[in-house]
Nanobody, 115 residues
Framework: QVQLVESGGGLVQSGGSLRLSCAAS????????MAWYRQAPGKQRDLVAD???????NYADSVKGRFTISRDNAKNTVYLQMNSLKPEDTAVYYC?????????WGQGTQVTVSS
């Protein structure tokens, strides 16, 4: 059974930092491209950052220079370090695993940034 479990969300003031984690089980983690998405109320789910099997990364323009995605293949975990947070970063953050075949999503973790 595949599970992606996000953690690390919470309430933080504008300018603060959070680190999200997504622990994967039931998949060959090293074979998967991993990504973080976010969805604010009433809006679509958007890509925040992704990291490929080989370590290459990609970021949404809105988070470049502030967020860093990384992975630890020994721990089957992907991280999202979020610095200089802004109120517009408030959303539910989801982890996704994708390879050839089905993709898998976590349940999400809430991030709220107060002004």
């Amino acid at each position: 059974q595949v599970q992606l479990v996000e953690s690390g969300g919470g309430l933080v003031q504008s300018g603060g930092s959070l680190r999200l984690s997504c622990a994967a089980s039931g998949i060959s983690f090293i074979s998967y491209n991993m990504a973080w998405y976010r969805q604010a109320p009433g809006k679509q789910r958007d890509l925040v950052a992704d990291i490929r099997r080989g370590g290459g990364t990609n970021y949404a323009d809105s988070v470049k220079g502030r967020f860093t995605i990384s992975r630890d293949n020994a721990k089957n975990t992907v991280y999202l370090q979020m610095n200089s947070l802004k109120p517009e970063d408030t959303a539910v953050y989801y982890c996704k695993a994708r390879a050839v075949g089905p993709e898998y999503w976590g349940q999400g973790t809430q991030v709220t940034v107060s002004s």
